[in-house]
């Protein structure tokens, strides 16, 4: 009988402590979550974009770290670049249930990276700490793809559109300055 009753007492508080432990789940401070989406394949010489998106309830201010290798990535937009692969995400989101950091990148070597964030604190409304999330993403630069040949070569001397856009239209001024000579040239020929 003795024995029974043990059990019975064993079983009673282990049941307790479950539910004590449910209830915390429930009922227990709200945590944020952190995820990161970007391609899993680029190819060398892409400019792309890795979305940081943050989740939970009445998220307050952001302050994290991206980091990334910055011998196969070049950072181009977003965020601010603290040092070479590292970069800050911070902001006073002001109340809402999620926010998204956008950034870019240009795919610099051929190679196996990881994207990784780490939350330095992320605050609710009421200034009550939401957590610390972490995550990380792998993904692959590929070599480019030999179709494009020497457009893909420029392309990669290049940091961003705007300055290969610049490159191709000073090859536009000087490929009509030599067009416009030559026409010069053979009409003076030609009335000679």
């Known amino acids: 009988m003795e024995g029974k009753r043990r059990t019975a007492i064993s079983i009673l508080a282990v049941m307790v402590l479950i539910l004590m432990f449910s209830l915390t789940a429930v009922y227990g401070e709200e945590t944020a979550r952190v995820d990161i989406k970007t391609p899993s394949e680029v190819q060398r010489g892409d400019h792309f974009e890795a979305s940081v998106t943050y989740s939970g309830s009445s998220i ?66 009421e200034d009550k700490s939401l957590g610390s999330p972490i995550a990380s993403k792998s993904m692959t630069v590929e070599k480019t793809a030999s179709n494009e040949g020497a457009a893909a070569d420029i392309r990669d001397r290049f940091a961003s559109d705007k300055e290969l856009f610049t490159f191709y239209m000073i090859c536009i001024g000087i490929n009509s300055v030599l067009l416009l000579a030559a026409i010069g040239i053979n009409n003076r020929k030609k009335y000679s």
């Open 60 to 125: 307050g201010v952001i302050s994290s770290v991206l980091e990334y290798d910055p011998e196969i990535l070049s950072h181009i937009s977003g965020g601010e670049k603290t040092k070479d692969g590292e970069i800050t995400l911070d902001n006073d989101v002001g109340g809402g249930d999620s926010y998204t950091f956008t950034v870019k990148f240009k795919a610099e070597k051929e190679g196996q990276t990881a994207l990784s964030v780490t939350s330095k604190s992320v605050w609710d409304t």
